[in-house]
């Protein structure tokens, strides 16, 4: 009898030992995109989030969640990306904001690699900032340059090698394709595309964003 009480003393501080790590993670507004990239089984939902899976930022216990299909070659994505920003900066409290890649472009593919490798190196944010600044050099559909990059990249500490095309694509192609793979279920036609709670949001505008989240919001 002393045995099991003991047993159950154990358990019960061991859960709530758990259970105060996990609330602190839900608690903190801070990015979670720099989480390297973790290995999991493609998932039949497209929306499924798996923590380390994809980049992220926000409050992993939101029951809002925003999900955005990319493709670093896209002018279009470039442009949305300032917005997108802020929203998560307004937003990250209480909303999960979550980054999946849809390679539309000759480059795409080498590219999403290229960020996945700086994500495994924490350098995520910092490479997609200078992706999209210097899009219309590399990634210009007249004379793309896509040599340029890991030039580009020297400036976070990347080794050109560990950005050399057939090796980042190999390494990572199969995460971006299950990414595209997703995006063909969710019915992503173009990019950039939004999607809240598994619904398009039809309009690709920052008025149009911040609706959907607030009323999204609202009936949580």
Request: net charge positive; glycine share 6%; hydrophobic share 40%.
């Amino acid at each position: 009898m002393k045995l099991f009480i003991v047993i159950v003393a154990i358990v019960a501080i061991g859960a709530g030992v758990g259970f105060g790590l996990w609330s602190r993670t839900a608690d903190s507004p801070q990015p979670i995109a720099q989480q390297p990239p973790m290995t999991a089984k493609p998932a039949s939902n497209p929306f499924a989030f798996v923590p380390g899976q994809s980049p992220s930022y926000g409050n992993l216990m939101a029951r809002v969640i925003v999900h955005e299909w990319l493709d670093p070659e896209c002018e279009g994505c470039r442009a949305m990306h300032p917005i997108f920003k802020r929203i998560v900066a307004n937003y990250s409290d209480r909303v999960l904001f979550v980054i999946r890649y849809m390679p539309l472009h000759k480059n795409s593919l080498y590219a999403a690699s290229v960020l996945e490798e700086a994500r495994e190196l924490r350098k995520f944010e910092e490479a997609l900032e200078i992706l999209f600044d210097k899009q219309p050099e590399w990634g210009s559909h007249q004379n793309p340059r896509p040599e340029l990059i890991p030039t580009y990249l020297q400036a976070l500490g990347i080794p050109n090698e560990k950005l050399e095309r057939s090796y980042v694509v190999q390494k990572h192609g199969a995460k971006v394709k299950r990414d595209e793979d997703g995006a063909v279920r969710a019915g992503v036609t173009g990019t950039p595309s939004f999607f809240l709670n598994g619904q398009k949001v039809p309009v690709l505008s920052e008025e149009a964003l911040r609706t959907a989240i607030e009323r999204s919001l609202l009936q949580k």
